[in-house]
């Protein structure tokens, strides 16, 4: 009985515990936050179930109202659904337990708008994930975009005027994709994503088909911030609260992510896309700017909370390059990174958030070698997080950039490889720089005592044990990535 | 080429407000303007829905005797319609969003001309 509700049950766990926030909010404000954790934790056990159960059976379309697609509206629950929803939902979860203290120093009174707003944005991007239906992704996409403006404007002194510029940039980006949609609707007459797969190869050569799938890729661009269109991202990551980047950072970039890979590998069907112009290609190359300049632009700042923004832009690209291969190699690596990089992402933004906590600011120039003995455990996540980014074995970061170059090899597309090395070496200076002021002894100062004066000053439990646990993911993913590949070609559509 | 022009106006009209929101957005200094421009945007993406669904001498999609169901050309598709109304929601609270933040700017920073905003961020 449950089984068929997955889907409906998953993202209305999220509608219903926006609204049952307020309500116990308003009577006590502490309620708010066990009841964020416990919603977010239904949904991310419905969602692993879920995965599981879609391993069994296999796809689910929920019809709501019992009104057959393609005249009613419809949930498909199928692989890369179930495999988002597991990822966005359980990271969303882990990520609300860490919340509790940053968001009570930081969001003072505001706190029960604050979690339900979260609640609202984590319903948006599962309806994304999991709608049948191309208006309706509209409609979760601008639920999902408009909490997440609101969100991001919670924040330190510029943040409303970051939250604005992507508020701008991310609306005419909407309005894009809706416009393509329309394309879409005047030539097929149908929304239905699968209704529609079966229609548009008998419409092929009509040039608005082409137009449209341009429109949805820039508008959705705008969302996942591939390489032209991320100026947005490195402010409103750098300037909203902790708890806010800690979840918009794993999640936000990935579901546009996987709105590319719907309507690339599912919608179009990749001959379809690169039937008129090499699309896939293009975007690829766009990926590859994407990676060397989100590397070169965090070698260069000195924040941490920013390099890991424009860190963050790189890592999208690998994604979108494992979506432009177009092969089960790339699609498993790309899916795979999807989940690596929620976790490291997440790990990498909970430690920025322990540092600001204990110290006012995470300006990586002035870390010093006092830092392990203050903070032993978060900067032993740091270091696992870190080489994970860089990719060096056994952990996860590495296994996901291995398949991404098995793709490219099975392509025999030689840029794309040389751009995953050579990013690779660039994440290894950025990282590395702040290791080594942890860890090595500053020759500048050969009188330093901070590290005889330094003293425990580790955060509390409910923000280092999901520091913590993320970090031993990483290590878990890693050493299971053969059983998590062989699930993701699974579900590869080629 | 006239045909091409004239059989298609309502069409150059949505072209010709997409092109006007676009440059409200990119050249307009004012962050009140900009937002004006995301709007005309959107509307203008409104209008091509109701323009692509739109025809002559068409009647509501109720089956009537007056009507044969097998002419398609006497019944209006109400689809598109219905779908802007949701459309127009969403950008009714994204002008909502849009001021809201707008006002919070203007009380942090005393002013909402982009130029003096990045000097005053910086």
Not at chain 1, 280 to 294: M, W
Not at chain 2, 64 to 93: K, S, W
Request: aromatic content about 14%.
């Amino acid at each position: 009985m449950i089984d068929s509700h997955l889907p409906a049950i998953i993202a209305l766990t999220f509608l219903l515990f926006s609204v049952l926030i307020p309500l116990f909010g308003l009577w006590k404000e502490k309620l708010c936050h066990p009841l964020a954790v416990l919603g977010a934790g239904i949904a991310a056990a419905y969602s692993i179930y879920g995965f599981i159960t879609y391993l069994d059976t296999g796809a689910i379309r929920y019809f709501f109202g019992g009104w057959e697609a393609p005249i009613g509206i419809e949930f498909v629950y199928d692989g890369l659904s179930a495999f988002f929803a597991m990822v966005i939902n359980t990271v969303a979860f882990i990520v609300l337990i860490y919340a509790l203290k940053p968001a009570r120093t930081e969001l003072e009174g505001k706190e029960m708008p604050y979690y339900s707003i979260i609640m609202l944005m984590m319903f948006g991007f599962n309806g994304m994930v999991m709608t049948g239906d191309l208006f309706n992704l509209y409609v979760f996409l601008e639920i999902a975009s408009l909490t997440g403006y609101a969100l991001i404007a919670i924040g330190s002194k510029p943040a409303p005027y970051a939250a604005f510029r992507y508020l701008i940039i991310g609306t005419a980006g909407g309005t894009l994709y809706l416009l393509g949609v329309g394309f879409l609707y005047t030539v097929t007459g149908t929304l239905n994503i699968i209704d529609m797969t079966a229609m548009l190869p008998m419409v092929a050569e009509n040039t608005a088909v082409v137009a449209s799938l341009i429109l949805m890729v820039i508008g959705i661009g705008v969302k996942a911030a591939i390489f032209p269109m991320h100026g947005w991202l490195p402010d409103s990551y750098t300037y909203t609260a902790t708890p806010t980047s800690v979840l918009i950072a794993p999640i936000g970039t990935k579901v546009a992510a996987y709105i590319l890979f719907r309507v690339f590998l599912y919608l179009f069907g990749i001959e379809l896309v690169d039937a008129v112009v090499p699309l896939s290609y293009l975007l690829g190359l766009f990926a590859c700017a994407g990676i060397l300049y989100g590397s070169i632009m965090a070698i260069a700042q000195n924040e941490m909370k920013r390099m890991l923004a424009y860190s963050s832009i790189s890592q999208i690209g690998y994604i979108i390059m494992g979506l432009s291969l177009a092969n089960p190699w790339g699609f498993a690596g790309a899916l795979l990174h999807v989940l690596n990089h929620a976790v490291m992402k997440a790990c990498l933004f909970m430690i920025a958030g322990n540092i600001r906590m204990q110290e006012g600011h995470s300006d990586i120039s002035r870390f010093d070698d006092g830092y392990r003995k203050k903070y032993p455990w978060t900067m032993a996540s740091l270091s696992v997080a870190a080489i994970s980014m860089i990719g060096l074995p056994p952990l996860a970061g590495f296994f996901s950039k291995w398949y991404l170059a098995l793709g490219t090899v099975d392509n025999e597309n030689w840029l794309f490889l040389a751009v995953i090395l050579i990013s690779s070496l660039l994440n290894a200076v950025y990282f590395f720089r702040m290791l080594e002021k942890v860890y090595m002894k500053d020759p500048n100062k050969p009188d330093e005592k901070t590290l005889e004066v330094a003293e425990y000053n580790e955060v509390s439990g409910s923000m280092l044990s999901p520091t913590i646990l993320l970090a031993i993911s990483m290590f878990v993913i890693g050493l299971a990535n053969v059983a998590i590949v062989s699930v993701l070609l699974g579900i590869a559509p080629f | 080429m006239i045909e091409f022009f004239t059989g298609h106006y309502a069409y150059w009209f949505t072209v010709i407000l997409l092109c006007v929101g676009t440059y409200g957005i990119l050249f307009k200094k004012n962050l009140i303007k900009k937002t004006i421009g995301l709007s005309i945007l959107q509307i203008s993406v409104v209008m091509f829905f109701v323009s692509i669904a739109s025809k002559w001498d068409a009647t509501v999609p109720v089956r009537d005797t007056a009507f044969p169901v097998e002419d398609v050309a006497n019944y209006l598709n109400p689809l598109p319609h219905t779908l802007m109304l949701t459309a127009i929601v969403v950008g009714v609270a994204t002008l909502g969003v849009a001021f809201t933040l707008l006002v919070a700017i203007y009380n942090r920073y005393d002013t909402l001309d982009e130029q003096e905003l990045l000097e005053k961020i910086q």
